[in-house]
């Protein structure tokens, strides 16, 4: 069994008491710090650590492990989705995108999901473990020296529930807002979860100006729980009591992740539901045409149900916005590839095993 540790897991305080345990200065924790961020994969290219101290952190410890197993650009708009491998040969994948005001990084917080989301291509392929902190991070490295361009915003939506992950969460970002590291600035960051009330609560605590957005998709328990299994246990009105709680403690807006699906929850009476909730709150909602996934029998709401919706919660005071489609030519949506790529492994093993 492997018990090196990676570098990459490691807070600066952290390294200097794990290099103490080695007999080091602890002064030494700040050059390895700042190398490792840099994007380095070799322990060796660190030019101003000695020699002795590199042979001995190379018995003990290594940097990252993502290798890039594919990547697919799009056409349309440049955006970049990675298939990254871990140590372990699990994969996870990352999403690139480029703005005006520069690139945005989509990253994975799990290797699977537990929530069940019907609309979500990250299910039906099960729960696997979470991701370390390190693991985390190195998404944003390994774009980032791929790209050749810093990355300056980050949004944690890709395949996993963040919250459920919130320690290595917590770690990942004082890890990334670190002036030693990259040095993102937290109001870069967006957190998005299905709404774990608990973990929303606990968050608001810890006073972070990051964005907070809840992935709610409905105006009401009937229709949530049809599509979100987790309402079950945390109801829309749990979660929006969560929302106003953070919002007071924090200061900061909430924003509300709704994918439009046609004939499910983008109708007038929807719309109307949904502003009678959210109405007066510190919030901004985000409508999402949803992207179409591989035997799930869910459509895409009209552009012209899109506008009636987004009209009626602007009525009610409301900002709201309509996510622009990006990648739509390379499955850019979260958990699409590795689903198809899961689906062809396991195809594949059922043929070699039915030929033999």
């Not at 690139?103 to 999901?113: D, E, F, P």
Request: hydrophobic share 35%; with cysteine; charged share 30%.
């Amino acid at each position: 069994m492997d018990t090196k540790e990676n570098l990459l897991d490691m807070t600066l305080e952290e390294m200097q008491e794990f290099l103490a345990g080695l007999g080091q200065e602890r002064y030494r924790a700040k050059q390895i710090f700042q190398w490792i961020h840099k994007g380095i994969k070799d322990i060796d290219e660190m030019t101003n650590v000695s020699k002795a101290l590199r042979d001995e952190l190379k018995k003990v410890s290594y940097i990252g492990k993502l290798q890039i197993e594919q990547k697919f650009v799009s056409k349309i708009d440049g955006t970049k989705k990675y298939l990254f491998s871990l140590k372990d040969e699990n994969i996870i994948e990352s999403v690139l995108m480029e703005y005006k005001h520069g690139l945005t990084a989509c990253i994975s917080s799990q290797i699977g999901c537990k929530m069940g989301c019907k609309f979500c291509a990250s299910s039906g392929v099960g729960f696997i473990r979470n991701l370390s902190s390190g693991e985390i991070l190195d998404q944003i490295i390994s774009m980032q020296n791929d790209a050749g361009k810093r990355i300056g915003n980050i949004v944690i939506m890709g395949i996993g529930e963040p919250l459920d992950n919130y320690d290595n969460i917590l770690k990942f970002l004082k890890l990334v807002n670190h002036k030693e590291g990259l040095n993102i600035g937290l109001r870069h960051i967006s957190l998005s979860t299905c709404g774990l009330v608990p973990k929303i609560i606990e968050l608001s605590k810890e006073n972070l100006p990051i964005t907070l957005s809840i992935s709610l998709h409905a105006p009401n328990d009937a229709v949530r729980e049809k599509l979100m299994p987790i309402n079950r246990t945390f109801s829309i009105d749990k979660i929006i009591e969560a929302c106003k709680i953070y919002t007071e403690v924090t200061k900061r807006r909430i924003t509300f992740e709704y994918a439009m699906i046609r004939g499910v929850n983008d109708s007038k009476e929807n719309a109307l539901e949904l502003a009678s909730k959210i109405k007066g709150m510190l919030c901004h909602v985000n409508l999402i045409p949803i992207n179409q996934i591989h035997d799930v029998d869910f459509k895409k709401s009209g552009n012209v149900e899109i506008d009636k919706f987004m009209g009626i919660l602007e009525r009610y005071g409301i900002e709201t916005t309509v996510r622009r489609e990006l990648g739509s030519d390379i499955s850019a949506a979260c958990g699409q590839l590795r689903r198809g790529l899961m689906e062809r492994t396991n195809a594949d093993k059922t043929t070699s095993k039915n030929e033999g």
